[in-house]
């Protein structure tokens, strides 16, 4: 297919904003009279409010009001609260203080007396199984996950404990959830080499630039809220609900978000705070948060404990995996990393036989959400370092080993609920690895690793991942104007990938319609947005470019028709050239866009939004009814065929320094290429590829949270204790491609892009410093510069293989 | 290669910024924006946060007049009292760079420069570096071009370093940019194609 649009570098409307500081992020909104909160958080990782006395408090001058546990309805039993009276991890929100400025609120919660008792904490699950252990949450669950697995209780039993040796081997016993496939013990028996490893994933926190700052305020009977969130349409409905109203007495302003990386895919609780304060106050509420407060309130990746076994036979070929995973889950109900650790070994390597088991226990650690390739990048950094010791054991090649196991279309995936595998419409992991291979030039590069220069050492790693990325069934919703312009409403949301304009050349694509002449309507409930996904999960590409091309269809149908009904003769003999549809026999018998949309409004019904399709959702019946009469009206939900699970690959190779005497290494060079479906913006990919990247190496050898187990507080809170990636940790360039070929089951070929690239990065840069140390495998993320210098001086290293949470 | 530091133009480091907090009667907290809200509605008179006078600013080229507490950090001042909400907060607490403005032509974090030491200083926000017609600056126009930005909140910051920058050194190395560049953390990592920015806007003659 040719594309006008699709493949070609544009400017999106949003990027001159975003350099010169007019885009407005949630803290840069003002109403009149607005006011200021501040939150009292607590001190304890466990406790609970006995008391709160803040009579004396709240006379204090310039303070408004207060509201605790007690003004905001409780969520479902194990979810994270909006305030609480029994919180579950340092810095967890207590109660909120309105005042005329933030000083006043903090001098009245200075003044607020506090009576808290102090309740059992725990930061390692492996304590929460323990019988008799201590359990993070007061309500008697331990276990329970976001979707699936709802809150409960696993012990395991002494007898497993005394199994196995304590911090070194994984008792493993009692899973939440289990599946297999294939007869395991019979393929590991067939096997060349067996590795079986305990492991260790640190958690790491999400980091987004912009604190989740929130302002509110009610006005004609709506709330407004002004929120930083990754999703539009699809955060609404929550937000609704948590304020205890319908979604359309919500007004929701997320045009710009400051970076969420999962942690604010959807409505989040904190962000209802200021709503409920100005509800009771009567005025606007802007309720700023520090970057202390972000790190407990803006979610971490899941940590994890587990025990890994693959064999491998004398080809490379992997014939058997068996995995059990522990997820440290933080306090409240979090993602089901553990989950994606079976599904992405699953499809990524193809075992003949594999087990998976999984246990998310709850810790007393913040807030835990989605984070970019959650589970997937995890089992990246656990599983490609054995990869390479499997090529190093049986002498092949490290980019073949992975290519022998590297799914094709149509491979299978995880089983689902009924046993049956799921199956993936495009892999092109191979091509990825061999464009990847050529640009890095690895045979050339393979014969300068373990050369040495001084104190350093050269290191080539290869690394690879994968995400799902995509789903269907959601609504298009496109409004041709009497003017000729095309307005484009989208209920996605503005991550920073630019994808909300990408995904909506598609519509302009199938309807011929100049770019220029194309208005996108985003970013605010009142712009009537139709009913899209949030844009999380890699899957904004895939799934966007369906509903808008399900909604251009729709109009180019009607457009043909009015033609049609005016000009006489059938609709199939009419076709459009992006400013007019015309008589394919006669060109010259046409009608313009624009009066074709006067005619829209002439004829109704259909055409101009007054019959509105029976199965589309009814947010997007809302929205398009409030647009009916004003265009011709192109709105569809996405029935397109669903042929599997459309998945995102990647690979990555780095070339390093390992300097032997301080442990530091230096990225000599990366390349990192993507297995993502058609190329839609080639610019906007790029810079998806190298931002995952550079996370992916802040995974790999920079971050992760440290809790003190005495008392259980946090050590490293903020952006210096925790640094990310900067300038000065990366390559001085970095190097990206893309394999270009379309997946059969999106209309444009499209598939996701931005999650795998993390995990991709962070593997190639572990099993390049695993190939500086002549092959030593760490099993633990982040590999950090005291763990190198103690493997190469021959020390015991300070932490057991399943010390979790430690420095 | 060193670039200029806002110590050595000015004598006057952070530890010395906490040192004048402290002497103007307000609590130091890490944890939390200690900060009188909108004009009007500081508390006056009271030691913690002290009384507000008014003193004139040069910003973007214009004298403005604006009530000013002891301890109001020039971020704050910006975004709160003058409507310059392009200054982003990220940290509030010099990690980031998200809030970076342009004093005498050196980069700094205006949440960690009180407002009370920048009178009689020349103060550049990135409202201030589009032309009178809406021309973009050339940093902002390279930065267009490369598509540096992501989610665009630390995107401010960055153009205001790469302006600075750019007046003392016009034509950087990759090397120099990205350790004059190192002040501003980008989570979204959009790092390389920030630098590529960089050597656009010097090869367009960005110091403009």
Partial sequence: MTFKLIGKDFIPHDVVAKVTGSAKYAEDFRAEGMVFCRLLTSPMPHARVKHIDATEALKMEGVLGMITADDIPAGPPGFAPSLTREPMYVGEPILAVAAISEQAAEDCIEKIKIDYEPLPFTHDPLESLFPGGKDARGDGFNIGTLAGLPPGKIKWTAADFARVKQGEQLPMGKPAEEWAFGDVDAEFKKCKVVYEEPFVTASLAHHSMEPRSAMAYWQNGKCFVHASLQSQAFALPPLAQMLGLKPEEVVLIAEYCGGGFGSKGTAYPCMVIPAYLSKKIGKPVMMRISRAEEFYLGSARNAFQGNIKVGFDAAGKLLAADVYVVQDSGAHVSFWDYRAVGDALALVYQPNAMRWRGLPVFTNAPTRTAQRGPGQNQLACVMEPLVDRAARELKLDRVEIRKRNNPVNGSGGSPGPDGKRTVVPSAYLRDALDKGRAKFNWDERMKRSGRKNGPRVTGIGVGQAFHPSGFAGFDGLLCLKPDGKLHIHTGIGNLGTFSHSGTSRIAAEVLKIDWEDCVIERGDSRRNLPWNIGQFGSNTSYTMTRTNYVAAQDMLAKLREIAAQDLGGKPEDYDVDGKNVFAKSNPSKSLSYGDAAKRAIALGGKFDGHDLPKDINPMTQASATALAGSGLIGVAKDNLPWTGQPSAFAACFIEIELDTETGMHRIVDLVSVADCGTVIHPKGLETQIKGGAVQGIGMASLERLVFDPQNGLPANVGLHQQKPPSYLDLPAEMHTDAVDKPDPSNPVGAKGIGEPLMGASASALLCAISDAMGGHVFNRTPVLPDMIVNQLAGRPQPRKPLSINTQ | ?208
């Fill in chain 2, 1 to 208: 290669m060193s670039q200029p530091t806002a110590d050595q133009f000015t004598g006057y480091s952070r530890r010395e910024f906490i040192k004048r907090v402290i002497a103007s009667g307000a609590a130091v907290s890490a944890a939390a924006y200690m900060y009188g809200g909108l004009t009007g509605c500081s508390r006056k008179g009271r030691a913690a946060g002290g009384v507000e006078r008014l003193v004139s600013l040069n910003i973007n080229g214009q004298v403005r007049r604006v009530d000013v507490l002891p301890n109001e950090s020039l971020a704050m001042t910006l975004r709160y009292k003058l409507g310059l909400t392009g200054t982003k907060l990220g940290c509030d607490r010099g990690e980031c760079g998200a809030c970076t403005v342009v004093i005498d032509d050196i980069a700094y974090n205006s949440c960690s420069t009180l407002t009370h030491t920048v009178r009689a200083r020349k103060v550049l926000t990135i409202e201030g570096l589009a032309g009178p017609n809406g021309e973009l600056h050339p940093v902002q126009k390279a930065f267009v071009e490369e598509l540096a930005p992501q989610c665009g909140f630390c995107t401010p910051g960055q153009v205001m370093s790469a302006c600075a920058l750019l007046k003392h050194n016009p034509r950087p190395t990759r090397d120099e940019a990205r350790v004059a560049m190192s002040g501003n953390l980008c989570r979204c990592g959009a790092y390389d194609n920030y630098l590529n920015g960089v050597l656009r806007a010097a090869a367009a003659g960005g110091a403009a």
